[in-house]
């Protein structure tokens, strides 16, 4: 029986074997039979986009070649792609079923990827080329022929860099991109930013990292960057480097994708060690029945959870008293235990006082502080967004135009406050002050030539080296360009013949065709820059405008300004400034007769033209108009040629004007704006915030045309570099109107002082300043009314004053003339230091 029994089960055992050996013939066989249908998938689509089968891109301005055949071979490609990547899935779960490795499937998948990419790219090149055919077909043969070059150039740019992604990813996966190949494939669409950033038409590429980084690396390397926004490149091989500790400044011309490239980074889109978390401040804070503080101290997911876990354990304790369940209350204790630890190392004890804090700096009062966000308008939000980044002090924070919603005194908050960031900071910003007093470095973005430029040191240090390299590569340039000249004029002299001088002819021949092929120095292009004016208005008598014992309030508001009276004429170069909220743009309003003052009157003179510009300047475009089809819209009396002209003199031209202004940048829809001011020839212009979404030479530009306009201006501007350029009077907008008697940089200095002095006050528990912000003197009563072409009259004799008690409050006055100079430290950073790391940081 034992013999027998043995020899049963071995046969059983060697059933089973047989069995087993035969499904996994069956399953290799399947994935053989599968990897031969991927391969002749693949073969297929490869054919197809090497435009074997598939019509050639229609052009620009001339559109023969499109029809439905094309269409249809178009679809076919795409499916055929569509197959491949099923395909590349069922190969994929074959492979692991029969033991074979799963990371050559998805570098199979990689290359489908690539690929597939490469079509739709193709596929929204020729949308886009049809959309353009209808807009532009009354263009002149000039500008047809330069349209049609420029684009055939950009796709075949677009064709390369695709070929060169898909050949990247093929052969140089590194672990991290097989793994993101691997779930891509299990998993068609996660909603991941990066996926979702695709999605928008942004895609970056980049060289797989030649050594593995440690998880704790706290640099970020990325080499042979390629970004393309809906295939177009923004950046071609160039290298993207942000080493910690470092607050870099990225700059460069509105429209070159300095914001597409921060939501790259944001979305982590390439490759950033997963110990660096990241915050990217992109859009305002919802409207919520969430207050300003809870919304700040919110962000901190970890600290909240831990909170939030400790009154749960505390509940559930009060409940295992009650059962007697001695074990259980044991292990809640040890487990409280625990998260006491991490909420101290969390600082949870100073978490509210850091949010105020930062609130606080940023213009809330305490009483704002408390107020629920959906009471807020979208500038306050988007500092409650920005009061979240900072309290949270990501490894990496990126910052786009943060300095847009505030006031000029948030403005030297903030300027303080990232001065002393001790992690990684990124951030694009328009105001040379404020980069030369936070920035340690400069990232430049050369959209001539599509790659970044590093240079160490703030704004100004940027400038003069990239001035300094531009001399010395000229005469670079010079002295190659004359040794080549010497050497031809010899080899054409005694080049020939038998003669010593021959040989020396030819050789000096040979010299400069190896000179030649080892390449020269370019010539240093300046980049071009725009240079606009706004013209002549014409003379009118003065005053031009005259408000008279002015006096405004909101209905069931307190009155913004009492007794006002001033005028204004065409020589009047007039900055306002003043916390947000204090009427600056109210006054605007009123001046330019949108509001009507409760008491008093604005009058203006009969032939009096006034030209406003808002910080909500988009309200006055038709987002689904091209610049030209609006412009003309406007002024029917133009013909499209000068409608053309028009448009260029103010940086809109080329094939701008035929983009539909949804399309465009904020600053190249702000050149239209300028563009309309001019064209209406005004005597006083109105600028509310104009610089918000304008580059560096924009402002300059601007700056300039002020200086030589022979008209009025009045601005609204926390851009103390335009104000020091062309602001000759500033006055203080703050529960009234007054004068200050020194320049820009005076006022920034004394608002400096004075947020010490309150910084002071709140940490000794005492209320902080209430009263508007002070001239450097004590401010003598202002006149009744004043005019630019009068000086105002002098101050009334001292009087004097009653000694104060002896515990009686210091005066603002006295405080600033007894204040020291003290460097300035956020309020709620002890000792004046920037806070160390914390452990536990997520990633957002």
């Known amino acids: 029986m034992g013999k027998a029994q043995e020899k049963r089960d071995a046969a059983e055992k060697a059933a089973a074997k047989k069995a087993e050996k035969d499904a996994k013939k069956a399953a290799l066989k399947e994935a053989r039979a599968a990897k031969k249908a991927i391969k002749a998938e693949k073969k297929a689509a490869c054919e197809v986009i090497e435009k074997k089968e598939l019509p050639p891109a229609p052009a620009p301005l001339d559109d023969p070649s499109w029809d439905d055949a094309a269409q249809a071979s178009l679809d076919g490609a795409v499916r055929a792609f569509g197959a491949a990547l099923e395909l590349a899935a069922r190969w994929r779960a074959v492979g692991d079923a029969v033991g074979r490795s799963p990371r050559a499937c998805a570098r199979r998948f990689v290359a489908v990827r690539g690929r597939l990419l490469a079509v739709r790219a193709w596929e929204a090149e020729c949308e886009a080329v049809r959309r353009f055919n209808v807009e532009a077909v009354t263009l002149d043969a000039a500008s047809k022929a330069a349209v049609e070059a420029a684009a055939k150039e950009a796709f075949d740019a677009r064709l390369r860099q695709s070929a060169a992604a898909a050949a990247a990813e093929t052969r140089g996966a590194s672990d991290a991109m097989v793994a993101e190949a691997m779930g891509a494939v299990s998993k068609a669409d996660d909603g991941a930013a990066a996926d979702r950033l695709a999605a928008s038409g942004v895609v970056a590429t980049f060289?797989?990292?030649?050594?593995?980084?440690?998880?704790?690396?706290?640099?970020?390397?990325?080499?042979?960057?390629?970004?393309?926004?809906?295939?177009?490149?923004?950046?071609?091989?160039?290298?993207?480097?942000?080493?910690?500790?470092?607050?870099?400044?990225?700059?460069?011309?509105?429209?070159?994708?300095?914001?597409?490239?921060?939501?790259?980074?944001?979305?982590?889109?390439?490759?950033?060690?997963?110990?660096?978390?990241?915050?990217?401040?992109?859009?305002?804070?919802?409207?919520?029945?969430?207050?300003?503080?809870?919304?700040?101290?919110?962000?901190?997911?970890e600290r909240a959870a831990v909170e939030r876990e400790i009154d749960e354990l505390n509940d559930a304790m009060a409940e295992l008293a009650e059962a007697d369940d001695d074990e259980a209350a044991e292990d809640a204790t040890e487990r409280l235990t625990v998260l006491y630890e991490r909420l101290e190392e969390l600082d949870s004890a100073t978490a509210e006082t850091r949010a105020c804090a930062i609130l606080t700096g940023l213009g809330f009062s305490p009483e704002r502080q408390q107020q629920k966000t959906r009471d807020f308008s979208g500038g306050w939000r988007m500092r409650v967004a920005l009061a979240r980044a900072l309290f949270i002090q990501p490894a990496l924070l990126l910052l786009d135009e943060p300095t847009n919603h505030l006031d000029m005194e948030a403005v030297v908050w903030l300027e303080d406050y990232l001065s002393r960031w001790t992690k990684m900071l990124f951030m694009v910003c328009h105001s040379q002050d404020f980069l030369n007093n936070v920035c340690t470095h400069v990232v430049h973005l050369d959209a001539a030539h599509r790659r970044l430029a590093y240079y160490r040191g703030n704004y100004d240090m940027f400038v003069e080296t990239r001035r300094d390299a531009a001399v010395e590569q000229l005469k670079k340039y010079d002295a190659e360009q004359a040794d080549i000249k010497a050497m031809k004029e010899y080899v054409a002299k005694f080049g020939h013949g038998n003669s010593k001088m021959a040989k020396q002819g030819k050789s000096k021949e040979k010299l400069l065709t190896k000179k030649l092929a080892s390449g020269l120095t370019e010539k240093p292009v300046e980049e071009m820059s725009l240079k606009f004016r706004f013209p002549d208005p014409g003379h009118i008598p003065p005053p031009v405008l005259q408000v008279n014992d002015l006096t405004f309030g909101y209905p069931g508001c307190p009155a913004l300004y009492e007794g006002v009276e001033f005028g204004l004429d065409l020589d009047s170069r007039i900055a306002l400034v003043g916390p947000n909220g204090a009427g600056k743009s109210t006054l605007v309003k009123i001046i330019n007769g949108e509001l009507t003052p409760r008491l008093g009157q604005v009058r203006p003179h009969g032939h009096l033209k006034m030209s406003k510009f808002t910080q909500h300047f988009e309200d006055i475009l038709d987002l689904t108009m091209t610049p030209l089809d609006w412009f003309m819209g406007l002024y029917t009396e133009l013909t499209r040629e000068d409608a053309r002209k028009w448009l260029g003199r103010y940086g809109t031209s080329g094939v701008v004007q035929m983009q539909v202004m949804s399309q465009l940048s904020e600053g190249q829809k702000a050149k239209v704006v300028f563009c309309k001011m001019a064209k209406e020839s005004a005597h006083l212009l109105l600028l509310d915030e104009p610089t918000n979404a304008l580059d560096m030479e924009m402002i300059d530009s601007l700056a300039d045309a002020i200086k030589h306009f022979s008209g009025g201006v009045v601005l609204v501007s926390h851009d103390m570099r335009l104000i020091s350029q062309v602001a000759e009077e500033i006055w203080i907008i703050d529960k009234g109107v007054s004068k200050y008697t020194g320049d820009i940089l005076n006022f920034k200095m004394d608002l400096r002082k004075q947020m010490q002095l309150d910084d002071g006050a709140r940490r000794k528990g005492a209320s902080p300043r209430t009263s508007p912000k002070l001239a450097p003197a004590p401010p003598a009563p202002a006149p009744p009314s004043f005019r630019l072409d009068q000086a105002p009259p002098p101050p009334p004799a001292p009087r004097a004053a009653a000694a104060p008690p002896p515990d009686a409050p210091k005066s603002r006055a006295d405080m600033l003339r007894d204040a020291a100079p003290a460097r300035y430290v956020p309020p709620g950073r002890r000792g004046g230091d920037a806070p160390a790391p914390r452990p536990g940081d997520g990633a957002w």
Do not use: Q
């Open 207 to 301: 060289a797989a990292p030649p050594v593995k980084k440690h998880r704790n690396c706290k640099d970020i390397n990325v080499s042979n960057l390629t970004v393309t926004f809906h295939g177009a490149p923004i950046l071609e091989g160039t290298d993207f480097v942000l080493n910690w500790g470092n607050r870099y400044g990225f700059i460069g011309r509105n429209g070159s994708g300095k914001s597409t490239l921060m939501r790259a980074v944001g979305a982590r889109a390439i490759p950033i060690p997963e110990s660096i978390d990241i915050y990217h401040l992109t859009t305002e804070y919802p409207a919520t029945e969430e207050t300003a503080l809870y919304a700040v101290m919110k962000v901190d997911a």
